[in-house]
């Protein structure tokens, strides 16, 4: 196999890890399903990133609750990372509307997992020091 063939396998397979190194991996933004995508690097080089192809974004992943909590702060509009972005100026079409969702989801999404994950260690510390 050659250099370059190795270094796209590695790249390949990394992905394949940040995939299942996530519970219940999903994409951030429309819960869709994340796997390797092809694609060149910064300096034009060919390499993998994660990604998903039904809202064609390169993404992190994310556990699928996250997500399914965000969506629907999202959409209930309680809640929306971007406050530039009114659901009004995405409204003309179902693509723009998919794109306002998708894009406010995905940032709340991550804004969830970082919130929970603060909270548990709070409630962990306290527990830990029968305050509770
Ligand atoms: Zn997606």
């Not at 509009?77 to 409204?91: E, F, G, I, T």
């Not at 693509?95 to 709340?108: C, I, P, R, W």
Request: glycine fraction near 6%; hydrophobic fraction near 25%.
């Amino acid at each position: 196999m050659s250099k370059e063939k190795d270094r796209l396998k590695i790249d390949y397979d990394r992905c394949l890890e940040q995939i299942n190194n996530v519970e219940n991996c999903v994409c951030e933004g429309c819960g869709g399903k994340l796997e390797p995508i092809k694609t060149v690097d910064n300096a034009g080089t060919p390499t993998y990133w994660v990604g998903c192809k039904h809202c064609s974004c390169f993404r992190s992943g994310i556990e699928k609750e996250y997500y399914k909590i965000a969506r629907e702060l999202v959409e209930d509009n309680v809640l929306k990372p971007y406050h530039s972005m009114s659901r009004a100026d995405y409204s003309d079409t179902p693509e723009k509307l998919e794109y306002y969702y998708d894009s406010q989801t995905a940032g709340l999404s991550h804004i969830i997992r970082v919130i929970h994950q603060m909270l548990k260690e709070k409630f962990n510390d306290k527990e830990a020091k029968n305050e509770l």
